[in-house]
């Protein structure tokens, strides 16, 4: 089974910086099947990104998404005070079928 | 608007059983793959369960294979977990998620029930 791995467990920025996520993969992932979400106390997760780059309805294009093989990164490109929460990445396995979630990265405001 | 809405979350003892119900609106239910996702208080997201869109397709995870059993009615619009054999690590907070028809990832949650297993 496939392990997410993200990092750094805990993000320190201001309003207006740049953020970087990471989501590392212990064996190669398609492309096609990594996704990230956001998730504020006491919500739902939201889903941002799917097929590792693509946004989905309604996200704001500051939220961007790359990666392939092992190595995915989501992007904000300049912090809103509401972007503030867990992210959580997300990955497909097919044999047996399977569902699996990084452990988070808490996006704080410094 | 898509709207999921689970119900059935509550206090049970270790060992006792709950079943938990998912009602979907504001899509065709039917035409959509469904699923369980679980948050134990304070940490991160577990996938639990997956049904195709007219149940003879079904996954579970390993920690509650034998245990869960996950069906839907597409008359209703609902989605189930039925949980048996329960205990104090099955303590989470319960989506349903919806899979769309292009991926395998969760385009829309429900708010959560919360299932605590406690005596």
Redesign the interface.
């Known amino acids: 089974e496939i392990v997410l791995a993200q990092s750094p467990g805990t993000l320190s920025l201001s309003p207006g910086e740049r953020a970087t996520l990471s989501c590392r993969a212990s064996q190669s992932v398609s492309s096609?099947?990594l996704?990230w979400?956001q998730?504020k106390p006491g919500?739902?997760?939201?889903?941002l990104i799917?097929?590792t780059s693509t946004r989905?309805t309604g996200i704001p294009d500051r939220f961007s998404g790359s990666g392939s093989g092992t190595d995915f990164t989501l992007t904000i490109s300049r912090l809103e005070p509401e972007d503030f929460a867990v992210y959580?990445c997300?990955q497909?396995g097919t044999s047996?079928?399977?569902?699996?979630?990084?452990?988070?990265t808490k996006l704080e405001i410094k | 608007e898509v709207q999921l809405e689970e119900s059935g979350g509550g206090l049970v003892q270790p060992g006792g059983s709950l079943r938990l119900s998912c009602i979907g609106s504001g899509f065709t239910f039917s035409d959509y793959e469904m699923n369980w996702v679980r948050q134990a208080p304070g940490k991160g997201l577990e996938w639990v369960s997956f049904i195709t869109t007219s149940g003879p397709t079904i996954s579970y995870a390993d920690s509650v294979r034998g245990r869960f059993t996950i069906s839907r009615d597409n008359a209703r619009n609902s989605l189930y977990l039925q949980m048996n054999s329960l205990r104090a690590e099955d303590t989470a907070v319960y989506y349903c998620a919806r899979e769309p028809h292009s991926g395998v990832y969760f385009d829309y949650w429900g708010q959560g029930a919360l299932v605590t297993v406690s005596s």
């Open positions: 096609t099947y996704a979400y998730q919500q739902a997760p939201r889903l799917y097929g989905a959580y997300q497909f047996p079928r399977v569902y699996t979630f990084g452990q988070g």
